[in-house]
Nanobody, 127 residues
Framework: QVQLVESGGGLVQAGGSLRLSCVAS????????MGWFRQAPGKEREFVGT????????YYADSVKGRFTISRDNAKNTVYLQMNSLKPEDTAVYYC????????????????????WGQGTQVTVSS
């Protein structure tokens, strides 16, 4: 397993941008497919997007497609979530997670298929 720590959250106006980072501990980061999820108050945790172990494939939820971009730097053990054109409905705690399942960049896997999770970072978008 890897340990994950997110950062970069904050308060932003609608239409603005934020970049979240997720740093992983351990030497096996490049084995993992990495996902981003979010959870708004009173709602279930939902899928945002994933990236393959080499960064060559990504997969996004329809709600963020075209606005959010996931990238990674395996040399820095870091995965990023660039969020543009933010909307108030993007307000949530954002989590990164790790899985070894290649299916992660083809379908939205159940949360239980992700073996490591970060503690989350709050993103608040004001209208």
């Amino acid at each position: 397993q890897v340990q994950l720590v997110e950062s970069g959250g904050g308060l932003v106006q609608a239409g603005g941008s934020l970049r979240l980072s997720c740093v992983a501990s351990g030497r096996t980061f490049s084995r993992y497919y990495m996902g981003w999820f979010r959870q708004a108050p009173g709602k279930e945790r939902e899928f945002v997007g994933t990236i393959s172990w080499d960064g060559g494939s990504t997969y996004y939820a329809d709600s963020v497609k075209g606005r959010f971009t996931i990238s990674r730097d395996n040399a820095k053990n870091t995965v990023y979530l660039q969020m543009n054109s933010l909307k108030p409905e993007d307000t949530a705690v954002y989590y990164c997670a790790a899985t070894t399942s290649p299916a992660a960049t083809r379908v939205s896997l159940p949360l239980a298929r992700y073996e490591s999770w970060g503690q989350g970072t709050q993103v608040t978008v004001s209208s």
